[in-house]
């Protein structure tokens, strides 16, 4: 069965924390992404990679960095937590036999205080 | 980098009525594809349709469809039979050289 995991589904963090979520895939997807939604907003688009250590800025990247050392995993560091980042963060995964539809992980509520 | 526009932030219609709900895009590229998501209130992301930009058929699935007008650069959504279910947030997107982008959804009400 398909699957895409992220490490939290909830996460309360201070402001100037550094913040690591994780997102894993099991389906050896080769595109991995990053957004956060926001009321009103949709999902804006953090980061994704396209391979392993390869990734690429999306429209909100500030404040944001990634890391793909394994294909299956692809992590989204706050490296000084904000309160503007209290968001859900949604990771997400594209490839395999079906590469027209992107599979969603279900997604952490990070609030920052 | 493209743009998608959800310019229906809200809609309502009579169960098993008809819906359409609206997505336009911004790309000067050739290839790239088009995706509808449902968001219900659980949060989760559920596929619905996709679209690639190469295919002279409209898409189907079920009772949705893509009424995809490659000129106009719209790609909207048909629900026919709307069903109380079908009350959520739909997203449209739209995928090329490697990314993935959304627009801003639109919340659909299904009324008994």
């Known amino acids: 069965d398909v699957k895409v995991t992220q490490s939290s589904r909830y996460l309360v963090k201070r402001t100037g924390e550094k913040v690591f979520l994780e997102c894993v895939q099991d389906?050896?997807?080769?595109?991995m992404f990053w957004y956060r939604q926001d009321p009103g907003l949709g999902l804006r688009l953090i980061y994704f990679s396209y391979d392993v250590k390869m990734k690429e800025k999306g429209d909100i990247p500030e404040g944001y960095s990634v890391s793909r050392e394994k294909k299956e995993r692809f992590s989204l560091i706050l490296e000084s937590a904000s309160t503007n980042q209290t968001s859900m963060y949604l990771c997400?995964?594209?490839?395999?036999?079906?590469?027209?539809?992107?599979?969603f992980g279900p997604g952490t509520r990070l609030t920052v205080t | 980098a493209q743009k998608i526009t959800q310019t229906q932030p809200g809609m309502f219609v009579q169960e098993k009525e008809a819906v359409t709900l609206d997505c336009t895009y911004d790309t000067s590229d050739q290839s790239y594809g088009l995706f509808w998501y449902k968001q219900p209130s659980s949060g989760e992301m559920i596929f619905l349709i996709y679209?690639?930009?190469?295919?002279?058929q409209n898409a189907t699935e079920g009772r949705y469809s893509l009424n995809f007008q490659k000129a106009r650069k719209s790609a909207n959504l048909v629900i026919s039979a709307s069903q109380l279910g079908d009350s959520a947030m739909y997203f449209c997107?739209?995928?090329?050289?490697?990314?993935?982008?959304f627009g801003a959804g639109t919340r659909l009400t299904v009324k008994p």
């Open positions: 997107a739209m995928t090329n050289n490697n990314d993935m982008r």
């Open positions: 389906m050896d997807h080769e595109n």
């Open positions: 997400a995964s594209i490839g395999g036999n079906r590469p027209y539809e992107q599979y």
């Open positions: 679209q690639g930009s190469y295919d002279e």
